[in-house]
């Protein structure tokens, strides 16, 4: 018998391609910055260790053109990209454009890099909606706090903003966009504010202690767009519990609601209890939830059409790859538990500043005991009925 879980290779081949390339990790800052590709890495090697990702199934990534871009981001800015990555932009004209901080550094090539990110998301919007693949997974993309002319929170381009306006334009398709990042998802909200066909969920930390600092319940949408914008903050040292009867609410009821054609996840992985950038306590119990509800919603209202990018994830090493494996998983439909493979342990122990965590749950006593749990379970549950009153108010009615 194996000592690690691998795929049964007797069970029903899930249709999905998964969008890889090693070019992927050009998108790098400097060595000391949170934002570090290299987890994309250890997600594609522990997904081939677990011989669950086929090579037929790896798609590559094509390159976005500046007419793809400009989907969203203003000429200027895309320019102002393009010059900065070629060490031809002055400081004070990049600050601008929020390049050049410490958030969002300039780095040689980074319209390149940016832009194969964008052409990922864009790759796998055509495998779904031309029908070669019922689910599509770029783990590159994700930008979500890019705005149409400004680089924020480490986001260059919003690649899952081009890729909701893409499909919008060619496929004409009603698009819902479900954020589980722990940061607000700021960036595609505004660029959708005022549309009626595309309706954006973001559960998340407040933004009382978090970046961006926005995503309050009172963002509603705008003109047109009213009532197609929803926001969940939830508190700091939120657990499973809370997190995933949040979660599973608000997204089956905005998707009831909304009716989508595509569903398109953005699925941070900073909500983790080790996550160095924020304060909730989620464990790996809710990213295995995540993906499966979202899948079954996606059969239920969409035929099937799924497309999931990447986000935040600043614990590269023991949360980043797990959680975002169990996307693929969810996929493929595949269940997996006990320990993680011992060879792509060794391998990249050997690199990880810290001890891996060696199996796909986390233990018990991941965390000491949070004194407020009832309080802070409280209060997300009053939040969360606030968020959906409008979807409640408006069924009732129609009654």
């Not at 005991?369 to 009732?396: D, F, G």
Request: aromatic share 12%; with cysteine; hydrophobic share 35%.
């Amino acid at each position: 018998m194996a000592e690690h879980a691998r795929c049964d290779r007797m069970t029903k081949k899930q249709d999905a391609v998964f969008i890889y390339s090693p070019e992927l990790l050009q998108y790098k800052f400097h060595d000391q910055h949170p934002f570090n590709q290299i987890r994309i890495q250890l997600t594609y090697e522990l997904l081939k260790e677990l011989d669950c990702l086929d090579d037929e199934e790896i798609v590559s990534p094509r390159l976005a053109s500046d007419e793809d871009i400009a989907l969203i981001h203003d000429t200027a800015y895309i320019e102002a990209v393009k010059k900065a990555g070629q060490g031809e932009l002055p400081e004070h004209i990049a600050s601008n454009y929020g390049l050049g901080t410490e958030d969002t550094p300039v780095f040689s090539n980074m319209h390149e890099a940016s832009a194969l990110m964008v052409g990922g998301t864009l790759t796998a919007v055509d495998y779904v909606m031309e029908g070669k693949a019922n689910h599509a997974l770029n783990l590159g993309g994700g930008l979500h706090h890019g705005f149409r002319g400004k680089a924020s929170g480490f986001c260059i381009y919003n690649d899952s903003s081009i890729a909701i306006e893409y499909m919008r334009k060619k496929y004409g398709a009603r698009v819902l966009y479900v954020d589980t990042d722990a940061h607000h998802g700021d960036g595609v909200q505004w660029a959708f504010y005022e549309d009626p066909d595309v309706c954006t969920l973001s559960i998340h930390e407040t933004g009382r202690y978090l970046f961006p600092g926005t995503g309050n319940i009172t963002e509603k949408g705008q003109g047109k767009g009213y009532g197609f914008s929803f926001n969940v903050p939830v508190d700091a040292f939120t657990e499973d519990e809370s997190w995933m009867k949040v979660y599973e609410t608000a997204i089956h009821e905005v998707a009831e609601y909304f009716k989508p054609d595509v569903i398109l996840t953005q699925n941070g992985a900073d909500a983790h209890y080790y996550d160095p950038l924020t304060h909730l306590s989620v464990s790996m119990e809710s990213y295995r939830f995540v993906p499966k509800v979202a899948h079954e919603l996606a059969h239920k209202y969409c035929d099937g059409r799924w497309i999931a990018v990447g986000g935040g994830g600043y614990d590269i090493w023991r949360v980043v790859p797990r959680a975002w494996a169990l996307i693929w998983l969810e996929m493929k439909q595949k269940h997996v538990s006990g320990n993680l493979p011992k060879n792509w342990l060794d391998r990249w122990q050997k690199q990880a500043p810290l001890t891996l965590s060696p199996s796909w749950e986390d233990p018990e006593n991941l965390y000491p005991a949070i004194p407020r749990k009832q309080e802070i379970t409280e209060k997300n549950y009053q939040t969360l009925t606030k968020a959906l009153y409008q979807i409640r108010s408006h069924k009732n009615a129609s009654f």
